[in-house]
């Protein structure tokens, strides 16, 4: 499933060229987006980048101040929220404390005036897609959070929208049941074949249950690509620090032939190369980054200490059960941190406070930024 990657594919969503402005705040800046049907995307990044904004347009609550957006080829401009064919869950739920489970969920298909028979199969149907069969007598009130949640999720989705347009909506409840239903909503997805768009500020949500991830700074999209992509191979210092852990060295490009770049990291006294493909002239400033679960660590001075190697002390390790986190400060000042499995820092004749150390990495391992 790809449909990315195929220049015949038709976009099921499309944001062209959309501005959004507040005043003269742009929220969203001359942004185009094409999201294809049954993809579950994320829209990735910190308050305030514009992403619910942007979910907003598609659902029709907002319109863009210029541009298009287009759903299965249809430009929206001038159709109400509930004439599309997205259905927008919130963060809040805003469940009917009043009602039960089955009125909750069977209110939006009596507003339409479904016939009575069919509301009560639909009804059942979404009872039974979130495995609540047995709760559909009780309140709101009468809920776990989980719970309530998949009944926010069963009204959302029994009008049988073409798109399901999430903001935060895992915000509320605790990591574990978080993790859960992010599992759910993956199996949800598939089950129905339908188009997920997630709003979402974390990036282990996103990584989750997302296909494909954009992720946005300021009104714009900085990367979009499939969280491995997103992972290894961030276009940017901003894309990179945003996902998961990562050490930035910055330098300057001593050579970039085919095949490879070679960079002076000086802060970090270290020459490193890559076997990545960098735009770059020698003198060009870059930096290297590396996950910190690519970094080795030994007290022994590698082969070659000339190249992907660099020396320094350990002045902290996080335990964290798994893995350990060793922090390593270099002669510089500056520090880098290595992922140790603790698999195999047990075998090992384990490394501790204060000792003198060197972290190297193989030439896969990391990769040069150029902004
Ligand atoms: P969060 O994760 O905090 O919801 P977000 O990325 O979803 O953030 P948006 O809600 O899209 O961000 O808001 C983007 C920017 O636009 C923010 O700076 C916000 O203050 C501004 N904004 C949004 N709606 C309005 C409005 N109706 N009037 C003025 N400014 C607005």
């Known amino acids: 499933f790809a449909p990315w990657n195929d220049p015949s594919a038709k976009a099921f969503i499309e944001f062209r060229n959309v501005t959004r402005s507040f005043g003269d705040f742009t929220a969203v800046d001359n942004l185009s987006l094409k999201i294809y049907e049954r993809e579950f995307f994320a ?4 308050s305030g980048c514009g992403k619910t904004t ?3 347009m598609l659902a029709g609550f907002d319109a863009p101040t210029s541009g298009e957006v287009l759903l299965d080829g249809q430009n929206l401009a001038g159709i109400p929220p509930y004439k599309r064919p997205t259905n927008m869950m919130f963060q809040s739920y805003a469940l009917f404390p009043h009602m039960t489970v089955w009125d909750n969920i069977a209110f939006g298909l009596k507003q339409d005036g479904m016939p009575k028979a069919d509301i009560a199969k639909r009804v059942e149907e979404m ?7 047995t709760f559909a007598k009780r309140k709101p009130h009468q809920l776990s959070g989980g719970q309530r949640q998949r009944v926010a999720l069963a009204r959302s989705l029994a009008k049988k929208p073409k798109v399901l347009l999430l903001d935060e909506p895992l915000g509320a409840l605790d990591k574990k049941l978080r993790e859960e239903t992010q599992f759910e909503l993956i199996d949800l997805q598939q089950r129905l074949g339908m188009t997920f768009l997630i709003v979402t500020h974390d990036q282990e949500e996103a990584m989750t249950v997302a296909d494909r991830i954009a992720v946005m700074n300021h009104g714009k999209i900085v990367q979009v690509a499939t969280p491995a992509e ?5 276009n940017s210092r901003y894309v990179a620090d945003f996902i998961g852990e990562i050490n930035v060295l910055e330098g ?3 050579a970039s032939p085919s095949g490879g770049a070679r960079l002076e990291c000086v802060a970090a006294g270290a020459t490193v190369e890559t076997r990545q493909q960098v735009d770059a002239k020698p003198g060009d400033q870059a930096w290297f980054a590396i996950r910190p679960e690519k970094v080795r660590i030994s007290r022994d001075a590698p082969a070659d200490p000339s190249v992907n190697a660099v020396p320094g002390e350990v002045w902290d390790i996080g335990y964290l059960g798994d893995v ?3 922090h390593v400060r270099l002669a510089s000042g500056a520090t880098m941190k290595a992922t140790i499995t603790n698999t195999t820092r047990l075998v090992e004749r384990p490394i501790s406070w204060e000792d003198k150390v060197w972290m190297t990495w193989s030439v896969d391992g990391g990769i040069v930024l150029t902004k």
């Open 43 to 46: 829209l990735l990044g910190p």
């Open 54 to 56: 942007l979910m907003r």
């Open 127 to 133: 009872l039974h897609l979130v495995k609540l069969e």
């Open 230 to 234: 997103i992972y290894e191979q961030p």
């Open 252 to 254: 300057r490009v001593s």
């Open 324 to 326: 350990s986190i060793y």
